[in-house]
């Protein structure tokens, strides 16, 4: 259907070498799989755990993560910083940030990709 990417128009039986409006029926159904293009990168957040239709709510989360964790970060490495020295706040900061960005790079699904997004935040 027009403006609507989720969804599409349903066949009447089951003959699909002909692109005919009286193949397809009034009734919609939800997209199996995407196709995305890859002209510009070859693969993104997106691209990577599907975050289409059902799940484009989850697309937004990613940055506030981040500055949750910035938030986050600031505090509690703030606060070690001047309990122990600047020099091993900045050791914490930098081993967080460089341990889980890597983490995050290689992340199995989006769940832990947002875990290791705040703790890089964090960093």
Not at 2 to 23: F, K, R
Not at 61 to 74: E, K, N
Request: glycine share 10%; aromatic share 12%; proline share 3%.
């Amino acid at each position: 259907p027009e403006g609507d990417q989720c969804h599409v128009w349903t066949l009447n039986n089951n003959i699909t070498e002909q692109c005919q409006p009286d193949v397809f029926s009034n009734s919609t159904s939800s997209c199996s799989q995407w196709v995305y293009d890859t002209s510009v990168f070859s693969a993104t957040t997106v691209t990577q755990f599907d975050l289409t239709c059902e799940k484009a709510w989850l697309r937004p989360l990613g940055g506030s993560m981040y500055m949750t964790g910035m938030l986050l970060g600031a505090i509690i490495i703030g606060d070690l910083a001047d309990r122990f020295g600047r020099r091993k706040g900045i050791l914490v900061s930098v081993l967080l940030y460089g341990c889980s960005g890597v983490i995050c790079s290689v992340s199995p699904n989006y769940y832990m990709f947002l875990l290791m997004w705040l703790f890089t935040g964090a960093g």
